[in-house]
């Protein structure tokens, strides 16, 4: 089975090569992906006051079904947190917009929403804190992240901090919750990646297929038309393999989600209106829900 998940992910990902025929390189799908960094982008930048993304509007979305999602568990992880920033748009030399406002945002809206339809929710942070805040040797590997370093944590203590959330809650489904950026503001759109090396890599696979099919149907339903830079295959973020003395990896599928690019001039404006948010966090929702019930 585990060719077959690394076939199904080749396969998936020459596909996403075709559909970017017009693309310079810069976004490609074999670059390194920013979320297996702490740090995407060191600001060294002062920092106003970041804009707050609006909440999503009331508007009923287009519905997944509910029926078998009632009392599964889902673990939310809102990428970066606390003085790791993640992504951050800058403009005229300040700092405007910060992935990791948009990830926690997200998070607690798609948490309320999951809980109304009966899913246990948990969250690897519901405040504004990094995962591990304290600098812990979470991973047991004997190293922390260095006191002059620009996080207050290791990156693989980061990851078994959010890892072992979801691991001790026995979520059935992981997803990591991540907006890009790049200084090729040209780059634009949402992608979506997941492990190839994993026992249950066909199941992420899957959920991967779901949510990227999703993010399509609900920009589109918003009225945007967003780039879609496909599904890619990686090892390093929190649904990973394990790394021997030095990750416990996730027990459960899982993906890590990039909405858009908060970097791009279209996508950073639409990121910002309350329709670009609702597309994005009811793309979760129902993609969460649809999995959750064609895998009971
Ligand atoms: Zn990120």
Redesign the pocket.
Known sequence: MLAGAILLGALIVIAGRAIRGGESGGGDVAQAP??ATIV?LTPILPTLTPTIPAPPTATPPPQAPIAAAAGRVVCLDP??GGIDL??VRVENGQITLQ?KDF?LSNALEIQRRLQEKGVVVVLTRSTDSEANPNNLDVNGDGEVASPDGPANSSELDDLQARITICNDAGADLLVSI???GAENTALEGYEVWYSGNREFSDASASFATTIHEELGTQFAAAGFDMFDKGIGIEDHAVTGPAREGKLTPSAMPGAVV?GLFLSNDGNAAIVQTPEGQNAIVTAYENAILRWLNENP
């Open positions: 920013a979320v995407e990428g970066h993640g992504n992935e990830t991540h907006y890009n990039e």
